[in-house]
C-alpha cells in the first residue's frame, strides 16, 4: 500500500483523483484550502483542508504535519500555488522523507512568470514570442487589439482583450487594481488554443508529451479549454521540448499552451504551466493516463503502456454535476 | 414515459435535472454546439434556437427554462427592480441602466446572465464595458457581503409555492455561471422576504432570487426566472418542483451539494 498525497483537489487533480482512487494498493490523499473544493469529496480519498499554499509558513508546517501522521510515500502538486510552494521550500532546503520531483529552481522562476518566460525565449525562439510589452508607456505604438494579463496567473484569470485604443485606461486601471504592475501587454492572437502535456522523469528526459486542442473555453473570449481533443502535432512537440530547453531543463509534469494563428497557422506560445494541464483527464480517456506515468517515475516502477496516438479518438465536454455530500469536510486544528 | 424539456441546456442545471428524474426523458435543447449529459441514458439532444421554444414545449410534460433567453415576455432585471423599488424600497439593491458617475459598480446581464467574469469597479474601471452578448447591461451598487443565499423554486400563486432557501458557498463564473457549492437552510427571513418580493410581482413559474447578506441587512440583488442546478438536492429535502404547488412547502434545511466536475465525450449537436 503507497500512500499518495496530490495537493489541490481542482483541475489536474481531478486527473489524479479519477486514475488512483479506486486502486487498492493506493490510499489516495487529496489536500486543498478550500473546503469547498471537489477533489476533497470525490470517493475513495482521504481529504484534508490545509492553509492557503499563500500561506508559506504555516502551509509549510500544515504539510509537514499530514507527510508524518500519514506516512505519506509520494507527494504530486498539482495547483500553481502548492507547486510553487514546494519549489520554494526544496530550494531552500527542505528535505521531506517521500518521493516527489525536484525540478531545477531556476527554470521554475522563467517558466512560472509570463514576462520573464517571453524575455528569456524572445532572443532564443523569437518565432514563437508574441509582441510583449512591459507597462504602457509605449502604448501610442501597440497594433489593437491587444490583450492585457497578469504575469503569475493562469487559465485565463484577470485577462482582458482590449479590441481598441480607447478602452485601454478603463482596463489598465482594472489589472493594476487587482495586480498593482504585475501585468503585461501582448500582442493578440487569433485562433485556436492548443496545449501540449509532458512529463519529464527525475533526471530531466522527456518522457511523454500528448498535444491538445480546445474546442470550446471557459470563457466567451478564450482561456482554458472546457472541450476539446487529442491532437498528432509533432512539430508542436518539438517547440515544446526546445522552450523546456531553453529554461533550463525540466523534471516533473508540465505544460504549454499556445495559440495557433488563424491566419498564418504559426503557433505562439502563451504560458507555461508546472503542471498537468485542468482537463488533462482528456488524455486518460484516451488511453494515455499521465498520473499513472507520474507514479511510476516517483516510484522506479515500470512505465505503463499507452494507446498510440492514431487511437487516441475520444473527444471531452467538461460538466459540472450536481452531487450530494454528507458533512464538509472541517479544518484541521 | 414522461417528458422533459430543457431549454438552454448548455446551463448546469440541465445535468441536474436529469439525474433527478432518471425514470423521465429529459430533452436537452440548446442552440450551442457542445453540450454535457450525453452519458446521461435518460437524455436525449437536439439544436434549437429560442424562436423553436413554443413548438418543443408543445410536444413535452414539463418545460423547464434554464436561461431567460428562452421565454418569451419581458423578465429583465431592470423592469422588475424598477417595480421593486416602489413596491419594496429597503428590500433590493437599485438597478440602473446607465454607468453612475461615482461609487462602486458591478455590472450586470440585463435579460440574462452577462457571460464571463463578473466585473466591478468605479466609472474609470468600467468604462471599457460592452455588450457584445447582447444581453444588455445594467449597473449594480457594489456591496460587500457576509453571504450569499438564493431562494429557488416554482409559483403558481400566492399560497402556492415551491421553495428552498441555498447557502452558497460558492459559484464558478465561466461562460456560464456554476452553483459550486451550497446548503439548504432554515431562513426564516429570507423565506418570508422571498415570498413577499414574489408576491409583489405576483411572479408566476421557476425563479431563482439572489439575496446579499449585507451591513444594512439582506438585499435582493438579482431574480431570474429559472431554477439553478439544485434539482436532486430539492427532491432530497423533500420538495418536487416539477409538481404544481398548491401550498407553500419548504426544502428541508441541511442537504449539502457540490458540483463535481465530470468528463464525458460528445457529439455536435449541429452535425
Known amino acids: 500500500m503507497k500512500n499518495v498525497m496530490v495537493l489541490s ?75 510553487e510552494g514546494v519549489v520554494h521550500y526544496l530550494k531552500d532546503g527542505w528535505v521531506p522523507n517521500v518521493a516527489t520531483f525536484r525540478p531545477p529552481f531556476e527554470a521554475f522562476a522563467v517558466l512560472r512568470h509570463k514576462g520573464r518566460l517571453m524575455a528569456h525565449l524572445a532572443e532564443r525562439m523569437p518565432l514563437v514570442v508574441p509582441q510583449t510589452w512591459i507597462g504602457v508607456e509605449e502604448a501610442w505604438q501597440w497594433p489593437f487589439p491587444i490583450v492585457i494579463k497578469p504575469t503569475r496567473e493562469s487559465g485565463g484569470k484577470g485577462v482582458t482583450i482590449v479590441r481598441h485604443r480607447n478602452d485601454l485606461a478603463a482596463a489598465v486601471e482594472r489589472i493594476r487594481t487587482r495586480y498593482d504592475h504585475e501585468f503585461l501587454v501582448q500582442q493578440f492572437i487569433p485562433g485556436n488554443t492548443y496545449i501540449v502535456s509532458m512529463i519529464y522523469d527525475r533526471d530531466g528526459r522527456l518522457v511523454i508529451s500528448v498535444p ?122 | 414515459m414522461t417528458t422533459i424539456l430543457a431549454l438552454g441546456a448548455e446551463k448546469q442545471a440541465a445535468t441536474s435535472l436529469a439525474a433527478a428524474y432518471p425514470d423521465c426523458t429529459v430533452i436537452f435543447a440548446s442552440d450551442r454546439d457542445i453540450l454535457d449529459g450525453s452519458d446521461l441514458a435518460n437524455v436525449r439532444m437536439v439544436h434549437a434556437t429560442p424562436a423553436d421554444a413554443t413548438k418543443l414545449a408543445a410536444a413535452a410534460d414539463h418545460v423547464v427554462p434554464l ?44 435579460r440574462w446572465n452577462r457571460p464571463d467574469v463578473p466585473l466591478s469597479g468605479d466609472a474609470r474601471q468600467l468604462a471599457d464595458v460592452t455588450d457584445p452578448h447582447g444581453c444588455g447591461l445594467v449597473f449594480q451598487p457594489y456591496s460587500k457581503t457576509t453571504a450569499t443565499i438564493m431562494s429557488i423554486g416554482r409559483r403558481e400563486r400566492a399560497g402556492a409555492v415551491h421553495i428552498g432557501t441555498v447557502e452558497v458557498f460558492q459559484e464558478r463564473f465561466q461562460r456560464d455561471v456554476v452553483l459550486q457549492a451550497g446548503e439548504t437552510i432554515d431562513a426564516p427571513e429570507v423565506l418570508g422576504a422571498s415570498l413577499e418580493v414574489l408576491d409583489a410581482l405576483d411572479h408566476r413559474g421557476f425563479f431563482t432570487l439572489n439575496w446579499l447578506q449585507t451591513d444594512e441587512g439582506l438585499r435582493l440583488s438579482s431574480l431570474r426566472p429559472i431554477p439553478r442546478a439544485v434539482f436532486l438536492s430539492f427532491l432530497r429535502g423533500g420538495v418536487d418542483i416539477l409538481r404544481v404547488a398548491s401550498t407553500v412547502k419548504v426544502v428541508a434545511s441541511g442537504v449539502r451539494f457540490i458540483a463535481a466536475p465530470t468528463y464525458v465525450s460528445y457529439k455536435r449537436l449541429s452535425a
Open chain 1, 9 to 83: 483537489g481542482n483541475a489536474s487533480a481531478i486527473n489524479y483523483i479519477k486514475s488512483f482512487a479506486d486502486d487498492p494498493d493506493i490510499r489516495l490523499h487529496i489536500t486543498d484550502a478550500d473546503p469547498y473544493c471537489p477533489g476533497l469529496y470525490a470517493p475513495g480519498v482521504t481529504p484534508h483542508v490545509v492553509p492557503y499554499a499563500r500561506d508559506t509558513v504555516r502551509y509549510r508546517a500544515s504539510l509537514d504535519r499530514l507527510l508524518i501522521e500519514h506516512a505519506i510515500d509520494i507527494l504530486i502538486p498539482t495547483s500553481d500555488y502548492d507547486i
Open chain 1, 212 to 333: 491538445m486542442r480546445s474546442h470550446l473555453t471557459f470563457f466567451t473570449w478564450g482561456g482554458g479549454g472546457c472541450a476539446g481533443e487529442v491532437v498528432d502535432e509533432p512539430g508542436l512537440v518539438r517547440l515544446c521540448a526546445e522552450v523546456a530547453d531553453a529554461a533550463g531543463g525540466w523534471s516533473g509534469p508540465i505544460n504549454f499552451e499556445w495559440r495557433r494563428h488563424a491566419e498564418t497557422g504559426a503557433f505562439y506560445l502563451m504560458e507555461a504551466n508546472c503542471r498537468l494541464n485542468g482537463y488533462s483527464y482528456l488524455t486518460t480517456m484516451n488511453g494515455v493516463c499521465l498520473p499513472r506515468i507520474v507514479l511510476a517515475l516517483l516510484t522506479d516502477a515500470p512505465l505503463p503502456a499507452v494507446t498510440p496516438p492514431a487511437r487516441r479518438n475520444r473527444n471531452f465536454v467538461l460538466g459540472f454535476r450536481e452531487t450530494l455530500v454528507d458533512r464538509w469536510v472541517e479544518r484541521a486544528g
Open chain 2, 67 to 110: 436561461c431567460p433567453r428562452w421565454l418569451c415576455g419581458d423578465h429583465t432585471l431592470s423592469r422588475v427592480f424598477d417595480r421593486l423599488e416602489r413596491a419594496l424600497p429597503d428590500r433590493c439593491l437599485p438597478v440602473r441602466a446607465h454607468r453612475p458617475s461615482s461609487g462602486q459598480w458591478i455590472v450586470k446581464g440585463d
